[in-house]
C-alpha cells in the first residue's frame, strides 16, 4: 500500500479525518480542515465543491493520485470523491509524500502547509508536565 495511502488510514483511526463532501464541508464550516483531498476521478462537480470549500478557509486542496475506490478502501466507506485531513502535521507529511513523487504538482502546496505547521509550532506554549512526589 502506498505510504500515502497508510497516512490516511491512520488519520481515519485516530479521528482526524472527514469522509464525503457533506462530512468535509461540515468539517471546512467548523473551521477544523487543513486539507481537502479529491480523488483524481471525482466528478466536475465535487472539484468545485472542494475549491468552494478551500476558498473561504485557511484549508489547501489537492486532486490526489488515488481513485475514489484506493479512497474508499483506505476509509472503509464506499467511493467517496472527496476526504479532509483535520490535523496540520499530518496535512503536510500527505503533501510532503505527494511532492516526493511530483515535486512540480505538489511542491508548492506542500511548502505552504509546512509553513504553517512551522507558525503552529511558534504560536504553541509548552506544556508543563507534571512531576510525581
Known amino acids: 500500500m502506498d505510504r500515502n495511502l497508510q497516512l ?37 462537480s465535487a472539484l468545485r465543491r472542494a475549491r468552494y470549500v478551500t476558498g473561504s478557509s485557511r484549508a489547501a486542496h489537492v486532486i490526489a493520485p488515488f481513485t475514489k475506490f484506493e479512497l474508499g478502501n483506505v476509509t472503509g466507506r464506499g467511493s467517496p470523491g472527496t476526504v479532509a485531513i483535520l490535523d496540520a502535521g499530518l496535512s503536510a507529511g500527505f503533501v510532503k509524500g505527494l511532492a516526493g513523487i511530483e515535486p512540480d504538482r505538489y511542491g508548492e502546496t506542500a511548502a505552504l502547509l509546512e509553513q504553517h505547521v512551522s507558525n503552529l509550532a511558534k504560536t504553541k506554549k509548552p506544556t508543563q508536565r507534571r512531576t510525581a512526589k
Open 8 to 44: 490516511l488510514g491512520m488519520a481515519k483511526k485516530a479521528g482526524l479525518l472527514a469522509i464525503g463532501g457533506d462530512a468535509v464541508g461540515a468539517a471546512a464550516r467548523a473551521g477544523k480542515v487543513w486539507l481537502v483531498i479529491s480523488a483524481s476521478d471525482s466528478s466536475e
